[in-house]
């Protein structure tokens, strides 16, 4: 067995963890709590170095009236964040929060259309037919595939008839798609599982 300290702690905790199988045990919840805390203080510590002090409050002290004066804008958001704190300053607050939403869903729309959107489109559209039978069988699946999910989201119509039919066809494939990401979330988490496993079996007791 392992003789370094830092081990045995990972490896309590790690059965601690997995005392959850049994039933929702108290050792379960002490590691979650503490999981849960060392979280929250990593990464505040990590954004109050790297974001906060670096890039806001050192900006400001060093040049503050200068080429930097906009951070000062930045630096009065942060402070009306602190208004939720009183009743007589909530509406302070929501400013700060709607400003934040407004400027955080400008930034992250265009970039998800591009990538979830636009990038499907386009790959879809570029897809090749030329190639050995099999390359154009999968092309042509997924060609066929992507329009029948497209159809699917068209509600302008009943779904009936041939359209219905083919509707119904992106209803699978969207299931097919479901299950492909769900059936890789599930293999991620067991490959979190077998990582664990060899390391109580290899490093702690020194079985394999």
Known sequence: ?????????????????FSFLYKDTVAFAV????????????????????????ELVQPLLRDGLGKEAHLWCAAILCLMWAGKYADKTKDIYRLALAFWVAVDVGLTIPNMLEADV???????????????????????????????ALFYFFFSLP?????????????????????????????SRVYLLIGRLVFLLRDWLGII
């Not at 636009?118 to 992507?146: E, K, P, Y």
Request: proline letters at 1%.
């Open 31 to 54: 590691v979650e709590h503490l999981l849960v805390g060392l979280s929250a203080g990593y990464m505040l510590v990590t954004y109050w170095n790297n974001v906060f002090f670096a």
């Open 159 to 187: 779904h009936e008839g041939a359209f219905g039919v083919v509707a119904k066809g992106g209803t699978m494939v969207l299931m097919v798609s479901f299950g492909a990401t769900f059936s890789y979330t599930i293999m």
């Open 118 to 148: 636009l990038s499907q489109i386009a790959g879809t559209a570029n897809l090749s037919f030329d190639g050995d039978l099999r390359q154009v069988v999968g092309n042509l699946v997924l060609a066929l595939g992507t329009m029948a």
């Open 1 to 17: 067995m392992s003789t370094d300290p830092y081990i045995w702690i990972a490896a309590i905790l790690t059965l601690c963890v």
